[in-house]
């Protein structure tokens, strides 16, 4: 924390401050992916989406707090200091609108308070609760920003609700999950020493050091080694609510050297393998493109949306940094000629990587 000016130094010591600081470098992106059929435009981009074609941007600066006697309230994890009456600005955000329109910083009633003893860790983050992105992409790369201060942790708190997909991402770091405190909607504590950090990963921005901390937790180099296999892979989307392609299993019948995937059924290790192996990538737009950081450079990429004003960039973004070839589509996902167009993208994108 910044001392004002004359402060003595014989003070009574505090647990408040910033325990760690790194500035972020730049990004650089590609503007805009591949399209078949130029459906996605620089134009496109900039007048149906809240995202710019741009190219040069800049990384969050990280940082890990320290708050003695630190409150949390909610899935958010939403930080205050009693003795200020003042929330944290930096422990939490919402989507679109301003935090200070949150029901937590305006109630009169709040959530009975339980006291966590020793130094708590916050890694609460808004999505992670059931969002795949956002738990891996945004979460997981504060274990490696405060591995550091992790052997001194008595609590961790994460997005509830505990689930095995969650369990199994968090074993495989070598988290103690005998530490971790599932955080839930009505959630309320107050902590001795409460560390939390910043957005590290500002939206849609996966940097170099976010796909860094993620290979070096994953040992994602180590788990690859060895000749790729070259297989061709389609991530499928059954069962889930949103983005669920109707004719896929029809599609794939024409195109039987593409392997159907759920990502949700493989261990960790496997989808290591499975995405380090690969030569190309076939998905809706969603979750499971998040693994595409494990791919080899020169990797094909697919990306199909419904409709392209829908866009987001984050996947692409992954793949410039890593290497990979990336392109999108737009198909109908529940209409014959929407398949019909998926099948023709398939002819040209399934010919060898270059």
Known sequence: MKRKAGEPIGVKETLTDILIAEKGELLFYQPIPESYRDVLTGETVKQATKYYPGIIYKEEDRKLYSLASGYLIG??????DKTKRSFIDESAKLWTSD???SEFVCQYHQPPVKHLPGVTLSCLT?????GFYHFFH????KFFFCQSVLPYTDHILINGPPVDWKEKWLRHIGLDLDKVIWIAYNSHYVCDQLL???RLIKDQHI??????ALKTLLRINETAAGQSSGD???ISRKNVFARMIAWE???LRQFPAVKKVDVRDLSVTETIVLFSNASHVISAHGAGLSNILMCRPGTKILELFPDIKGYQPCYFRISTLCGLQHFVAEADFYTEAGMQDCLSFLEDFLQPAD
């Open 99 to 101: 935090l200070a329109t």
């Open 138 to 141: 945004e979460v997981l790369p």
């Open 207 to 212: 940097s170099n050091w976010s796909l860094n």
């Open 249 to 251: 299993d029809e599609v």
């Open 75 to 80: 899935l958010l994890g939403l930080v205050y």
């Open 196 to 198: 939390f950090t910043n």
């Open 126 to 130: 808004i999505g992670s609760d059931g």
């Open 232 to 234: 061709m892979i389609w």
